[in-house]
């Protein structure tokens, strides 16, 4: 599709009515992950069949089994992160590519691991046609983090896994932060790790359902076929 200013501007009132509806009544604060999800197009990370209700309070099939995250939880997970425009940003499941792009607005650098290539060709595509210059692909599998490029001021892992892989947390700078859904395939806690220097604090702040994190160190490929 050709990506005009007016294709990118589409929906404009939904995206609105969404950061009013979804996000600023269920108690996100950060005005700048608001703006970010004011001004990423949303509807252009679904298929053109499902445009309509890219803006509708849950996640969406993007293909091969896989979601875009709902708008809620997007905000909530990037505003945990704390961004301030000068940090280098590793996530976890690229997806759709919309959680990237949301934090490529607000972080200095995106690094971004998928595991499933076409899901991975589809994103770095139209995060290219969008003009992001600050975002780096990798196809793998990411519950080995990406340590030639470590360490990073904050990960972002959107698939779900039984234990944070130990990777991760080694990867984190400092005063990293890391957030990640933890728990079973059916429902986990969104869980937030805050470095400092040595110590690392571990906190819940909600409950929430993603898609498995498959790999190495989270589930075990077969599991997922045998669904
Ligand atoms: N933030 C994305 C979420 C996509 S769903 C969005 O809103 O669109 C999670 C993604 O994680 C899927 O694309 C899935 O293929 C990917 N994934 C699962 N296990 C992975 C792994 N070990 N490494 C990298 N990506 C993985």
Redesign the pocket.
Known sequence: MQLTEQVIQAYAGQRRKMIEEQLVNRGIKDLAVMEAMSRVPRHLFVNSSLQHRAYGDCPLP?GEN????QPYI?ALMTQTLQLKGEERVLE????????TAIMAELAAQVFT????KP?ARKSKELLAQLGYANIVFKVF???YGWRDQSPFDAILV??STPEVPSALLEQLSDRGRLIAPVGGKEDQALVVFNKSGDRLVRREIGRCKF?P???KF?WPEEEQTNE
């Open positions: 993007i896989q979601t875009i995250s997007v976890i499941g690229t997806g759709s590519g919309y959680q691991i998928e595991r499933v899901i599998d990411g519950t959107t698939a898609v994190l498959i790999g989270g």
